[in-house]
Structure formats: structure tokens, C-alpha cells
T-cell receptor
């Protein structure tokens, strides 16, 4: 079973729409969570960390549900510039993982005018 | 801002050549990572290092080796390049972990490697 699973999409939404992505993780002891954004033919960049209490950064809201082992990313008032692939990232913890992160394959979002 | 620099954006090599990909970070990070990314397969970890001269295999180490002689530099070596190693290679670095948490990774621009 993969550590991190995401719906690959694509999600195609009009400007101004609200869109949400979910991501599930397999290790219930996972300790750190992130969302990354990757533009076409570019490197992944950190979008936001995900905290237990949920957190918001402008139009972006991230939430963690430990009971169901998923994290979510909500984008409000979508902009054309939000078009990208969004990667869910999990740190399972434990000494054997030595700080490595596990990346989902990404969810592709296209925002159209 | 963290700066992770990869030596080449684009590289073309021939089958059987020994290929070196270099990565340098300027933030005194303990951890460094090498990934490859292929369409539909996502990021796959090749090797990582959590200290100078230390290395750990990732999920797909076959055909690769690494070197970390200095804290800021992490090199990926393709011992004898093959066409199935044509890919985008991404280097990343992060601070060491502790207290059960981990810091996010910061990526370089990537190297698009073609093996002919």
C-alpha cells in the first residue's frame, strides 16, 4: 500500500470557483504534513504546512483529519495562476525513515477563464 | 531564502557514459535528497543523505550512486548511463529533524537528462 494516495484529476474549474483536494495516508503515526505546488516543467515548491488544528493562508485552507487519515486542501476564488499540480506530502516518522518525506503523485488543477 | 543549485538544467549523454549531477545548497541543511520524476510516476527517491559521508538508499537506487564529501554538496552518479535513466532529476535539502517533526524540503530547479 502506498504511503500517500491522491486523486490525479484533472480538475478543471472556472475562475472564481472553489475546489478541494483530498489525500489519504497509510501510516496512522504520521507526524508532519505539507502541500506542495508544482508548475509544468518546474520544481515542486512548498505551498503550506498542515497543522492539526487546520490552517489558512489567504485563499488556501489546509485541514488534517487524523481519525480518517486524510488531509485536504481547499482553494477559494480560484485564479488562472492556480493552475498547477498539487502534491500531498507526509512524514511518517520513526527512526527508520530518517527524515524522508513521502510524496503523492499529485492532483492536476486547471483553472479556465 | 533557501537556495538549492543544480549544476545543469539540461544534459545530453550517451549510453554507457558515467554521468555526474551536482547539487549545492547554501543553508547549512543536514539532509539532502535526489529524486527522479517521470510522467505518471511522480517523484521517486533515489538516495538521500542526513550527514556528510552518510547515505541511505531510497526506493530506486539501482544504477546510481551518490557522494557527500561536504555538507553543502550532494552528487548523483550514473555509473553507466542507460536510456531508461532519461528523466528529470531533482535535488532537495532540508534541516535535520527532531521532536517527532520534520522540516519541509526545498528543491533545486531540476536537471533534464537525456541518454541517447
Amino acid at each position: 500500500r502506498k504511503e500517500v494516495e491522491q486523486d490525479p484529476g484533472p480538475f478543471n474549474v472556472p475562475e472564481g470557483a472553489t475546489v478541494a483536494f483530498n489525500c489519504t495516508y497509510s501510516n496512522s503515526a504520521s507526524q508532519s504534513f505539507f502541500w506542495y505546488r508544482q508548475d509544468c516543467r518546474k520544481e515542486p515548491k512548498l505551498l503550506m504546512s498542515v497543522y492539526s488544528s487546520g490552517n489558512e493562508d489567504g485563499r488556501f485552507t489546509a485541514q488534517l483529519n487524523r481519525a480518517s487519515q486524510y488531509i485536504s486542501l481547499l482553494i477559494r476564488d480560484s485564479k488562472l495562476s492556480d493552475s498547477a499540480t498539487y502534491l500531498c506530502v507526509v512524514y511518517p516518522g520513526g527512526g527508520s525513515t530518517l527524515g524522508r518525506l513521502y510524496f503523492g503523485r499529485g492532483t492536476q488543477l486547471t483553472v479556465w477563464p | 531564502d533557501v537556495k538549492v543549485t543544480q549544476s545543469s538544467r539540461y544534459l545530453v549523454k550517451r549510453t554507457g557514459e558515467k554521468v555526474f549531477l551536482e547539487c549545492v545548497q547554501d543553508m547549512d541543511h543536514e539532509n539532502m535528497f535526489w529524486y527522479r520524476q517521470d510522467p505518471g510516476l511522480g517523484l521517486r527517491l533515489i538516495y538521500f543523505s542526513y550527514d556528510v559521508k552518510m547515505k541511505e538508499k531510497g526506493d530506486i537506487p539501482e544504477g546510481y550512486s551518490v557522494s557527500r564529501e561536504k555538507k553543502e554538496r550532494f552528487s548523483l552518479i550514473l555509473e553507466s548511463a542507460s536510456t531508461n535513466q532519461t528523466s528529470m532529476y531533482l535535488c532537495a535539502s532540508s534541516l535535520g529533524w527532531g521532536q517527532g517533526a520534520v522540516q519541509p524540503q526545498h528543491f533545486g530547479d531540476g536537471t533534464r537528462l537525456s541518454i541517447l
